[in-house]
């Protein structure tokens, strides 16, 4: 999961399509093309067990994966992700979000971590004014000195099925 991490939020995202001129977007190339001469040395990882996507099999979107992808938004979702520290010292990070202007990202604008530790965060999103049925991508970007990571937020806005269960219990009252 750490190597993982440190391919995707090192690659480079300046992609284009089989046309050569249009940007591509995160379902076109995902995190981007690989960059080996950044990933050796990413600072931050972002990792998940084998277990964390059993559980979490409906809602892959809570897994601690170096993205976040959420393939039904309502509205409104908060996720929390997990970073470990591969520095030999603590480190102060910079975040701050590239977002269409329907979309709305709230993370922290800085967060400590400490050499060799974890430290979790929160990220809310929050696409009330996307329409219905339409895909909207953000970045994320972490900074620390001379690096800058790259997380790709993607939403598809849809109303989640709604189902209900109806229980008359007891079912015969006394008079």
């Not at 080996?36 to 990413?42: D, H, V, W, Y």
């Not at 979702?77 to 520290?85: G, L, M, Y």
């Not at 910079?94 to 993370?107: A, E, H, I, K, R």
């Not at 970045?139 to 099925?161: D, E, G, H, S, W």
């Amino acid at each position: 999961g750490q190597i993982r991490s440190a391919l995707m939020m090192t690659a480079d995202s300046t992609v284009v399509k089989e046309d050569g001129e249009t940007p591509a977007d995160f379902f076109d190339c995902g995190s981007g093309r690989i960059d080996l001469t950044k990933a050796g040395n990413p600072g931050l990882t972002i990792s998940a067990t084998g277990q964390d996507y059993l559980d979490h099999e409906q809602d892959l979107w809570n897994v601690n994966y170096p993205s976040l992808y959420v393939p039904v938004m309502p509205g409104v979702t908060k996720v929390e992700r997990t970073v470990h520290s591969e520095l030999s010292r603590g480190s102060l990070w910079w975040l701050w979000v590239d977002s269409p202007d329907d979309v709305n990202v709230l993370v922290p604008w800085k967060l400590y971590v400490p050499a060799g530790g974890d430290r979790t965060f929160s990220i809310i999103v929050e696409a009330r004014n996307v329409p219905l049925g339409e895909v909207r991508h953000a970045t994320l970007y972490i900074k620390y000195k001379r690096t800058t990571l790259k997380f790709p937020i993607t939403i598809v806005r849809r109303q989640p099925a709604v189902t209900m269960d109806k229980v008359c219990d007891p079912a015969v009252f006394t008079r």
